[in-house]
T-cell receptor, first 114, second 114 residues
Framework: GESVGLHLPTLSVQEGDNSIINCAYSNSASDYFIWYKQESGKGPQFIIDIRSNMDKRQGQRVTVLLNKTVKHLSLQIAATQPGDSAVYFCAEGRASGGSYIPTFGRGTSLIVHP | DTGVSQNPRHKITKRGQNVTFRCDPI?????LYWYRQTLGQGPEFLTYFQNEAQLEKSRLLSDRFSAERPKGSFSTLEIQRTEQGDSAMYLC????????????FGPGTRLLVL
């Protein structure tokens, strides 16, 4: 579960394992979701997105699963590498002016041990 | 480097002073966004521009904050009469609309108000 204050939920894995990062969203009308990776001292980096008319989308080593029934999103990272260590944010896309503005969740810290 | 750039990367100021940050988006991108991120939280949307026009402002953007994008290229974010609560990372992102919704983030400007 989530911690209060400054402490992010943390997932620790061994190099080579698969990682699953979970996210619950609040707005049942949301139709676009994005996962971002943020390394220390850097801005968020787009990883993968998914629209609500899909329940799964795959990228390179990453898969996003969407369960609209329970308003849950997950990011699966295959064969996790030390370079995957970062904070991962899921975001709901809020429609604005023909595009989307992401509303970010709190984030999960992924620590990959060599 | 053809990514989003922000200057300065760090700014320390005393309470009550004014500060200005600059963002240079990816050159062909017509949309530019400003976000604020505090420690342990995801980025929060502040405002965005399409070309020169400021299309949306968050309620987080108090009257001490002003953003401009005079020529539709770079943007500035000014905070007047800074308060300690303004201490945060200020992130800029850009995107091309219509087209992919992907926002590309800069490295941010970290502001510390003493």
């Amino acid at each position: 579960g989530e911690s209060v204050g400054l402490h992010l939920p943390t997932l620790s894995v061994q190099e080579g394992d698969n990682s699953i990062i979970n996210c619950a969203y609040s707005n049942s009308a949301s139709d676009y979701f994005i996962w971002y990776k943020q390394e220390s001292g850097k801005g968020p980096q787009f990883i993968i997105d998914i629209r609500s008319n899909m329940d799964k989308r795959q990228g390179q080593r990453v898969t996003v699963l969407l369960n609209k029934t329970v308003k849950h999103l997950s990011l699966q990272i295959a064969a996790t590498q030390p370079g995957d260590s970062a904070v991962y944010f899921c975001a709901e896309g809020r429609a604005s002016g023909g595009s989307y503005i992401p509303t970010f969740g709190r984030g999960t810290s992924l620590i990959v041990h060599p | 480097d053809t990514g989003v750039s922000q200057n300065p990367r760090h700014k320390i100021t005393k309470r009550g002073q004014n500060v200005t940050f600059r963002c240079d988006p990816i050159s062909e991108h017509n949309r530019l966004y400003w976000y604020r991120q505090t420690l342990g939280q995801g980025p929060e949307f502040l405002t965005y521009f399409q070309n020169e026009a400021q299309l949306e402002k968050s309620r987080l953007l108090s009257d001490r904050f002003s953003a401009e994008r005079p020529k539709g290229s770079f943007s500035t974010l000014e905070i007047q009469r800074t308060e300690q609560g303004d201490s945060a990372m200020y992130l800029c992102a850009s995107s091309l609309v219509p087209g992919r919704e992907t926002q590309y983030f800069g490295p941010g400007t970290r502001l510390l108000v003493l």
